[in-house]
Nanobody, 126 residues
Framework: QVQLVESGGGLVQAGGSLRLSCAAS????????VAWFRQAPGKEREFVAS??????????YYTDSVKGRFTISRDNAENTVYLQLNNLKPEETAVYYC?????????????????WGPGTQVTVSS
């Protein structure tokens, strides 16, 4: 199995940027599709972005609301996945989680990812 730990969250003003990191340890990280989810207070956890096992060849996917503002990337040599958050909005205040599944393709569903980090808080002030 793989262990995940997120970092990089914090407080930022609307329009600002943050870079989240998801550090993995354990089994071969390149065997895992990785996704970022977020959960705002009182809401369900939602898919944000995912990246294929290699990270190349167009293997990134985003929910519509973040396209053009968020960028997911990975460095398999460093066992790390990143999520660059630009032009943040107050409604994007949430705990951001990275999740992994040992598969060839991503899904949007929380239940399809067996491995999760503890999350990192992102707070966007207006």
């Amino acid at each position: 199995q793989v262990q995940l730990v997120e970092s990089g969250g914090g407080l930022v003003q609307a329009g600002g940027s943050l870079r989240l990191s998801c550090a993995a340890s354990g089994r071969t990280f390149a065997n895992y599709v990785v996704a970022w989810f977020r959960q705002a207070p009182g809401k369900e956890r939602e898919f944000v972005a995912s990246i294929s096992r290699s990270g190349g060849g167009g293997g990134t996917y985003y929910t519509d609301s973040v396209k053009g503002r968020f960028t997911i990337s990975r460095d398999n040599a460093e066992n790390t996945v990143y999520l660059q958050l630009n032009n943040l909005k107050p409604e994007e205040t949430a705990v951001y989680y990275c999740a992994a599944r040992e598969a060839f393709y991503y899904t949007l569903y929380v239940t399809d990812y067996p491995y999760w980090g503890p999350g990192t808080q992102v707070t966007v002030s207006s």
